[in-house]
């Protein structure tokens, strides 16, 4: 649920003003940020197989120790915690705390059952959204919609950077979204995971534009 990760950045913004767009999109994309490591590693596997399901071609066969439920929490509670030490803000730290966690759920909606509770466990759980592309393109484009639109409600631009590079970072999003959807599958897992690194351009793209816009009074 690509869009739908950044529609919770997006929407964090309106409870932890104070935090910047580009923390809340790396709370919202760690699981899928550390994923890429642990594949290249060995550590959790994945395969390319086209048609699995309607919205994507990839069978997650093994990655608890970034996409179980119980890592997540951990991750979580991590995350939470550094940002604590980092900004001593409770409020900060709960939201992104949250946000972290948000990404199993957004997750469990989409996915097929191939998440599990827990390293070492056997239960695999997915409502399996994937399985429709017209419900997986209303559901995540109503999702991200509404994500973009309270932050474009909680912050105002200060200058053409602040507006401009807002509305260029959403088109963007929906471009790679979309190539994603209806573009060929990745070459290799290789490949796959290199190219996931690539997302930490679009965490300093968030950092970027929120940067030149201010939260608005409540």
């Given at each position: 649920?690509?869009?739908?990760?950044?529609?919770?950045?997006?929407?964090?913004?309106?409870?932890?003003?104070?935090?910047?767009?580009?923390?809340?999109?790396?709370?919202?994309?760690?699981?899928?940020?550390?994923?890429?490591?642990?594949?290249?590693?060995?550590?959790?596997?994945?395969?390319?197989?086209?048609?699995?399901?309607?919205?994507?071609?990839?069978?997650?066969?093994?990655?608890?120790?970034?996409?179980?439920?119980?890592?997540?929490?951990?991750?979580?509670?991590?995350?939470?915690?550094?940002?604590?030490?980092?900004?001593?803000?409770?409020?900060?730290?709960?939201?992104?705390?949250?946000?972290?966690?948000?990404?199993?759920?957004?997750d469990f909606t989409a996915h097929r059952p191939d998440?599990?509770?827990?390293?070492?466990?056997?239960?695999?759980?997915?409502?399996?959204?994937?399985?429709?592309?017209?419900?997986?393109?209303?559901?995540?484009?109503?999702?991200?919609?509404?994500?973009?639109?309270?932050?474009?409600?909680?912050?105002?631009?200060?200058?053409?950077?602040?507006?401009?590079?807002?509305?260029?970072?959403?088109?963007?999003?929906?471009?790679?979204?979309?190539?994603?959807?209806?573009?060929?599958?990745?070459?290799?897992?290789?490949?796959?995971?290199?190219?996931?690194?690539s997302v930490w351009l679009l965490v300093a793209w968030g950092y970027?534009?929120?940067?030149?816009?201010?939260?608005?009074?409540?």
């Open positions: 649920m690509f869009i739908g990760h950044f529609a919770a950045g997006f929407a964090a913004k309106r409870a932890a003003p104070a935090v910047r767009l580009g923390t809340l999109f790396l709370a919202a994309e760690f699981l899928d940020l550390l994923w890429p490591w642990l594949l290249l590693s060995g550590l959790e596997t994945a395969q390319i197989v086209p048609g699995i399901t309607a919205a994507s071609p990839l069978d997650f066969v093994w990655y608890p120790y970034s996409h179980s439920l119980i890592a997540a929490a951990g991750w979580s509670v991590a995350l939470a915690l550094g940002y604590w030490f980092a900004r001593k803000s409770v409020r900060g730290s709960i939201v992104i705390g949250i946000v972290v966690l948000s990404h199993w759920l957004l998440l599990a509770l827990a390293p070492g466990l056997e239960g695999r759980y997915g409502l399996d959204l994937w399985a429709s592309l017209p419900a997986t393109l209303t559901v995540e484009l109503l999702l991200f919609a509404g994500g973009v639109a309270v932050y474009a409600r909680s912050t105002v631009a200060r200058d053409g950077i602040g507006k401009y590079g807002l509305w260029a970072l959403v088109a963007f999003l929906l471009l790679c979204y979309l190539a994603a959807l209806f573009g060929p599958p990745p070459p290799s897992i290789t490949a796959l995971a290199w190219g996931g690194h970027w534009v929120d940067r030149h816009r201010s939260a608005t009074a409540k």
